[in-house]
């Protein structure tokens, strides 16, 4: 049943119209529902929308700006995380890097998101492709996949390493989609396993992407460090 309704987001998402960057008068006339099985999520203060699955969850107390999860699968989530108004001003995507050199920094920020103090832990990661994607204002966006493997001994404390037999704990694929608005860097990122990653791409993931939109507000709050992502900026 769930995957009959998320796979109209992918075929939806283009013909949906999103409203937090409207006007009164202009979301009146501009709201369209949401795809079934999809519920639309504005945060009119920090100034970004996005696509969510209706049965995803919000996990309070993760340190994100909003996090949502799904219940069915503990490993599939996804967060919004914004840079600073302390920080660098962006009046692109571009002001970070090439989609290649963005790709690296968050791979690498993600590693550090994802140490362990436990020993013999192994983390083996690839950045799968990284891509600018115009909408179509002609704002671009960058879409971005990583892998990371996890592998642990299951013996820690083995003396040679013939006792400590590296087995894989863990294998996910990330997907990150960045925007500016606002002089900041907004970044929704999702996580699925790997081996269900292009099957949830296809069903929710990329039109979730797709429809993250960040938009302009008056007065952005002064948050600061509240999130996982962007710390590398």
């Known amino acids: 049943m769930f995957k009959t309704k998320t796979f109209a987001l992918t075929l939806g ?10 006007g009164k008068d202009d979301k009146a006339q501009a709201f369209t529902r949401p795809p079934p099985g999809f519920d639309l999520f504005i945060d009119t203060i920090d100034g970004y929308e996005f696509l969510r699955p209706s049965s995803w969850v919000e996990v309070k107390g ?5 996090f949502y999860r799904n219940p069915r ?35 690498k920020q993600t590693l550090i998101e994802l140490t362990s103090t436990r020993l013999g832990i192994i983390r083996e990661s690839e950045v799968v492709s990284a891509k600018e994607d115009l909408d179509k204002d002609g704002t671009a966006f960058y879409d971005i996949t990583l892998r990371i493997k996890s592998y642990a001994a ?5 003396l040679t390493p013939e006792d400590r037999p590296q087995t894989l704990e863990w294998d996910r694929t990330f997907y990150s989609r960045l925007g500016t608005e606002n002089g900041r860097l907004y970044e929704l990122r999702m996580q699925s396993p790997s081996a269900e990653f292009e099957e949830s791409k296809e069903q929710y993931l990329a039109g979730m992407g797709k429809s993250f939109r960040p938009f302009e507000v008056d007065t952005p709050p002064p948050s600061v460090g509240k999130q996982l992502g962007l710390n590398f900026i």
């Open 13 to 22: 998402v283009s013909s949906f119209v999103l409203t937090g960057g409207l």
């Open 62 to 66: 993760s340190g994100n700006d909003i």
């Open 73 to 107: 699968n503990v490993e599939e989530n996804c967060f919004v995380a914004i840079s600073s108004p302390s920080s660098n001003v962006y009046k692109s995507v571009r002001d970070v890097g090439t989609p290649e050199e963005t790709a690296e920094k968050i791979l």
């Open 154 to 158: 299951k013996n820690q404390y083995g």
